[in-house]
């Protein structure tokens, strides 16, 4: 439905969909097989380090 709503608001990139396609499989893969590998706590820790150094990139521009 997300996708749906913004492609009502706004352009589609279709140009993107392939690398987006491959961005999504390759984390889920790598995220499962370290979640597995390395277990839960990690993948918490690994997580929190980067939203919160998305967060900074998104204040600080």
Do not use: S
């Given at each position: 439905?997300?996708?749906l709503t913004l492609?009502?608001?706004?352009?589609i990139r279709w140009s993107?969909?392939?690398v987006l396609l491959a961005g999504s499989l390759l984390g889920g893969y790598l995220g499962a097989h370290?979640?597995?590998?390395?277990g839960n706590?990690?993948?918490k820790r690994a997580?929190?380090?980067i939203a919160l150094?998305?967060?900074?990139?998104l204040i600080w521009g």
């Open positions: 439905m997300g996708a492609g009502f608001l706004a352009e993107w969909l392939p370290l979640a597995i590998k390395k706590r990690w993948i997580f929190e380090a150094v998305i967060g900074i990139k």
